[in-house]
Antibody, heavy 119, light 110 residues
Framework: QVQLQESGPGLVKSSGTLSLTCVISGDSISSNDWWSWVRQSPGKGLEWIGDIYHSGTTNYNPSLKSRVTISVDKSRNQFSLKMTSLTAADTAVYYC????????????WGTGTTVTVSS | QSVLTQPPSVSAAPGQTVTISCSGAYSNIGNNYVSWYQQLPGTAPKLLIYENNRRPSGIPDRFSGSKSGTAATLGITGLQAGDEADYYCGSWDSSLSSGVFGGGTKLTVL
């Protein structure tokens, strides 16, 4: 059974940098899938942040591209999200998910981690 | 504002049928596959429909998906109280080179 688990600081300072990690169990990050980050602000809908293939190829949400970096760590079977220049608008639950390579759907999701940006 | 457009809310009585629409453009729904997700309160989204109309194992056949042109529809028959949730459509946008979601639809079972 494939499981994803997000981890990272629950509280970060405004103008600072957020770093989150998603650990994969039951699957290999080098499988023929993409790995994605999605967030959900309080009371709002899902927002796609970006994704990465094990080769290191990435795609980013155009509205976040200048502040976001997604990377892969094959040795630890995990991938990470880094987001800079944080504001209160980045307060959200952050999810990682496995994405089917051919038909682009997210079939496995982590439980999510709550990030609060404080001033 | 979301790239894909969904109604904010729908409602129906137990046992009834409800449909949720998802409208997009050629660059996303029109030229790519649509997926649907169910998000129960306080939980992570769960895949409900993929490849426009296919159900993962364990998803009852009360849930169905369809696509026509640049629009997709999620159908739920035999509504149950446990179906109360937020539902999201998703796709890939070839012009943006990004994943996209609808704004979500809150289903209320009366």
């Amino acid at each position: 059974q494939v499981q994803l688990q997000e981890s990272g600081p629950g509280l970060v300072k405004s103008s600072g940098t957020l770093s989150l990690t998603c650990v994969i169990s039951g699957d290999s990050i080098s499988s023929n899938d993409w790995w994605s980050w999605v967030r959900q602000s309080p009371g709002k809908g899902l927002e796609w942040i970006g994704d990465i293939y094990h080769s290191g190829t990435t795609n980013y949400n155009p509205s976040l591209k200048s502040r976001v970096t997604i990377s892969v760590d094959k040795s630890r079977n995990q991938f990470s999200l880094k987001m800079t220049s944080l504001t209160a608008a980045d307060t959200a639950v952050y999810y990682c998910a496995r994405v089917n390579n051919f038909y682009y759907y997210m079939d496995v999701w982590g439980t999510g981690t709550t990030v609060t940006v404080s001033s | 504002q979301s790239v894909l457009t969904q109604p904010p809310s729908v409602s129906a009585a137990p046992g009834q049928t409800v449909t949720i629409s998802c409208s997009g453009a050629y660059s996303n729904i029109g030229n790519n596959y649509v997926s649907w997700y169910q998000q129960l309160p306080g939980t992570a989204p769960k895949l409900l429909i993929y490849e426009n109309n296919r159900r993962p194992s364990g998803i009852p056949d009360r849930f169905s998906g369809s696509k026509s042109g640049t629009a997709a529809t999620l159908g739920i028959t035999g509504l149950q109280a446990g179906d109360e949730a937020d539902y999201y459509c998703g796709s890939w946008d070839s012009s943006l080179s990004s994943g996209v979601f609808g704004g979500g639809t809150k289903l209320t079972v009366l």
